[in-house]
């Protein structure tokens, strides 16, 4: 998966009955790249890479990040 400004992260790519064809849905994790988790570390995506940090992409009232972002998916 690419993001637009070319932050990269890889992940194996699952089809299902009942999502559209152009959403990609990622499991709510952070990659599991914690050092006390040896067994998972390296093993997953970390999709927060992906979201841009750009102070333009946060909520001006909450200040919350936005959770969504356009990627392209490349066969790896």
């Known amino acids: 998966m690419e993001n637009k400004y070319g932050t990269k ?3 194996i790519v699952k ?3 009942a999502q559209h064809p152009k959403v990609l849905g990622v ?3 952070g990659g ?3 050092d006390k988790r040896p067994i998972a570390k390296g093993k997953g995506s ?3 890479k992906l979201l841009p940090s750009y102070l ?3 909520d001006p009232i909450t ?3 936005e959770t969504s972002v356009a990627v ?3 066969k790896g």
């Open 72 to 74: 392209k998916i490349y």
């Open 46 to 48: 970390n999709f927060c």
């Open 9 to 11: 992260e890889n992940g």
């Open 63 to 65: 200040g919350n990040i």
């Open 27 to 29: 499991c709510g994790q």
């Open 32 to 34: 599991l790249w914690a």
């Open 56 to 58: 333009r992409h946060y």
């Open 15 to 17: 089809t299902m009955e």
